[in-house]
């Protein structure tokens, strides 16, 4: 008998291919992810789950899949994922870690360089016809991006690629990590920063941390009020890292001069929340790793890791390897 595996949502066709190679596919082929009661009750009875970063994947959902094997998630963030009681119950995780680390590393520029020069402000004025006067010396002075200083908080795969691509901009590159990188700051030309430091000598401050327990809340209104006035925050990273209300006053009231924000504590936003009524933020619905390409790629790895886990094989992208001494590949394998 093949696999069941539950696909929680519509994904890039090469997805479902390699699942139908293998498995029976129970496809919910519908954008909107699907209401908790209608995911615990198809979690039910299948081996695999195909999900993405909103669907909650805890002890509830666990306890309920009892023939659960292995949870895909078409994402890198896992903090929708209870990886600890998981991996006790002996689920395999698999995820899509590198694929998506140039695009968001992009994204995060396209950002940083939108709030800068003010891209959506100046198209937006130009579309309405508000552009009356030609070349004016003093309309709609921005910030400059080259030679200024970059902070990066987290210097994770992300983090680095977004120091890569500064390198061009010749900015001056400081980082903030829990653990200190001396390889990398050698590799990148970045150099260490104790938070408070990063956030008081950046004009640019991007975000690149894991969402868990320590890093929720980590820029509030005392860290957002280090920051220069002239300075500008980027989070393609997860929403509930800011602190969104203290965000909002910070942009509101100067504190800080502007903000580009992909990620958010509530997705999607509310349209009447004021911080989308500010001009000096550039806001996208959570659309870092969203490239052709890469929505293919992270597609694609997913499907091969949950094929792999049923094959009995280590994917290359486990999150948890500590599963196998909890129930070994002998014992999940189907394929
Ligand atoms: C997107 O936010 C991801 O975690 O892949």
Redesign the pocket.
């Known amino acids: 008998m093949k696999p069941k595996v539950y696909v929680t949502r519509r994904i890039p066709e090469i997805g479902l291919k390699i699942l139908r190679e293998h498995c029976e596919v129970v496809y919910r082929d519908e954008l909107p992810p699907p209401a908790r009661d209608e995911l615990l009750k198809a979690v039910e009875d299948v081996n695999a789950v195909y999900c993405t970063?909103n669907e909650t994947i805890d002890k509830e959902l666990i306890d309920r899949a009892k023939s659960l094997k292995v949870v895909g998630t078409m994402?890198?963030?896992v903090d929708h994922i209870d990886v600890e009681y998981a991996t006790k119950k002996g689920i395999y995780i698999v995820y899509?870690p590198g694929v998506?680390t140039e695009t968001v590393a992009d994204h995060t520029w396209a950002l940083l360089l939108a709030v800068a020069r003010r891209i959506v402000e100046a198209d937006s004025y130009v579309r309405k016809g508000e552009w009356k006067i030609p070349f004016a010396p003093t309309m709609m002075l921005g910030h400059d991006v080259y030679g200024k200083v970059l902070g990066i908080i987290g210097l994770g795969r992300i983090g680095q690629a977004v120091a890569r691509r500064a390198k061009g901009f010749n900015m001056r590159i400081l980082y903030y990590d829990v653990v200190r990188r001396e390889a990398l700051e050698k590799e990148l030309g970045v150099e260490y920063a104790p938070l408070e430091r990063l956030l008081m000598e950046s004009d640019y401050v991007s975000i690149h941390v894991p969402l868990t327990p320590e890093t929720r809340g980590l820029i509030g209104e005392k860290e957002l009020r280090l920051m220069k006035r002239t300075a500008i925050l980027v989070n393609t990273s997860r929403g509930p890292v800011v602190d969104q209300k203290a965000l909002f006053r910070a942009l509101k009231e100067g504190w800080i001069a502007g903000a580009g924000l992909d990620v958010f504590e509530k997705e999607p936003i509310d349209p009447n929340d004021p911080l989308l009524r500010l001009e000096n933020v550039v806001v996208t619905p959570?659309i870092?790793?969203a490239s052709h390409d890469t929505r293919n790629k992270m597609a694609e790895l997913t499907a091969m890791g949950i094929v792999k886990v049923l094959k009995g094989e280590v994917p290359e992208n486990l999150l948890n390897p500590e599963v196998i001494n909890v129930r070994p590949l002998s014992m999940v394998k189907m394929i």
Request: charged share 0%.
């Open positions: 970063l994402s890198v963030g899509t998506l959570h870092g790793s």
